[in-house]
């Protein structure tokens, strides 16, 4: 339902999204620095208000580019490249617990239950 909702919102439909709107996106995306990611912002604003996508790119900039929105970009974290949350902490503290687990079973199943 997004989806279409926002192919809506493009003239040039699923082709220019795919082909303009989501390499730009993934551009900004990779923004080292703060001032990259501003210019390459109002690049990309720019290109799709040439091209035609006014409303896109007003959507684009009211919900992206606004206060609330302003550390999507990978050199907005603290240390670049790291994302800010612990989901890769917590996934290998799962594998972790899971191969303690499996040791400790074996243990208690040769010393305790044999």
Request: proline share 5%; with cysteine.
């Amino acid at each position: 339902m997004k989806e279409q909702s926002n192919v809506r919102r493009v003239k040039g439909g699923t082709h220019y999204i795919e082909t303009i709107i989501i390499p730009m996106v993934n551009e900004l995306r990779r923004s080292p620095t703060r001032s990259a990611f501003e210019k390459l912002s109002q690049s990309a604003v720019d290109k799709w208000k040439k091209d035609g996508e006014n409303t896109f790119a007003d959507y684009f900039t009211t919900f992206y580019l606004c206060p609330k929105w302003t550390s999507w970009y990978v050199g907005s974290q603290p240390l670049p490249g790291l994302g800010l949350t612990n989901n890769p902490q917590e996934s290998a503290n799962r594998q972790i617990k899971r191969i303690v687990k499996a040791k400790f079973d074996t243990f208690l199943s040769v010393h305790f239950y044999h």
